[in-house]
T-cell receptor
Framework: DAKTTQPPSMDCAEGRAANLPCNHS???????VYWYRQIHSQGPQYIIH???NNETNEMASLIITEDRKSSTLILPHATLRDTAVYYC?????????????FGAGTRLFVKA | NAGVTQTPKFRILKIGQSMTLQCAQD?????MYWYRQDPGMGLKLIYY???????DKGEVPNGYNVSRSTTEDFPLRLELAAPSQTSVYFC???????????????FGPGTRLLVL
């Protein structure tokens, strides 16, 4: 099963870009990279996903390296409300279903 | 749509008691999941279901049971509560596996369980 490695915590100044890295060196060719975040005490929230190409939506951008062994989530203009734990996840397939493995994530602190 | 709803929001149990955590979704999703999250830790998958009548174990199924009699509901049962089951429980749902966007999981607000 593909696993991910993320730094335990990061700081970012309000209004600056937050770049959150993730290593997934054992990812297989048909596995997607997902990012979720969890604001204190709430259920996780979907942010973005990608396979090979870079992706952008209204919340963030996702940059995936050409060898797909790592990716970076970019919050272009971080606000205090972006303070949360960010999870990088690789979908694991299994016959008849799939299991999503959430690691410890990166705790992002956005400071004024 | 209400999305994913969970009841109760908070519960205190005595050791050995039983209870059922309720989860419902109104998005007609095929897949549903139960996770637990211990303080300062990530989420761990307890059980999941790919459709009505079909369930399977996740990473940490011991001490729990599930059923899926309808598409909408996926209750989690604790038969003999133990202190180790003190945690926050999240239910989630997704449409399916055919395509990454359909695998996006939508989470409920969580149930906080304290076993004393």
């Amino acid at each position: 099963d593909a696993k991910t490695t993320q730094p335990p915590s990061m700081d970012c100044a309000e209004g600056r870009a937050a770049n959150l890295p993730c290593n997934h060196s054992t990812i297989s060719g048909n596995e997607y990279v997902y990012w979720y975040r969890q604001i204190h005490s709430q259920g996780p929230q979907y942010i973005i996903h990608g396979l090979k190409n870079n992706e952008t939506n209204e919340m963030a951008s996702l940059i995936i390296t050409e060898d797909r062994k790592s990716s970076t989530l970019i919050l272009p203009h971080a606000t205090l409300r972006d303070t949360a734990v960010y999870y990088c996840i690789v979908r694991v397939s299994n016959t008849g279903g799939f299991k999503t493995i959430f690691g410890a994530g990166t705790r992002l602190f956005v400071k004024a | 749509n209400a999305g994913v709803t969970q009841t109760p929001k908070f519960r205190i149990l005595k050791i050995g008691q039983s209870m059922t955590l309720q989860c419902a979704q109104d998005m007609n999703h095929n897949y549903m999941y139960w996770y637990r999250q211990d303080p300062g830790m990530g989420l761990k998958l307890i059980y999941y279901s790919v459709g009505a009548g079909i369930t399977d174990k996740g990473e940490v199924p011991n001490g729990y049971n599930v059923s899926r009699s309808t598409t909408e509901d996926f209750p989690l049962r604790l038969e003999l509560a133990a202190p180790s089951q003190t945690s926050v429980y999240f239910c989630a749902s997704s449409y399916g596996v055919a395509g990454a966007r359909q695998e996006t999981q939508y989470f409920g607000p969580g149930t906080r369980l304290l076993v004393l």
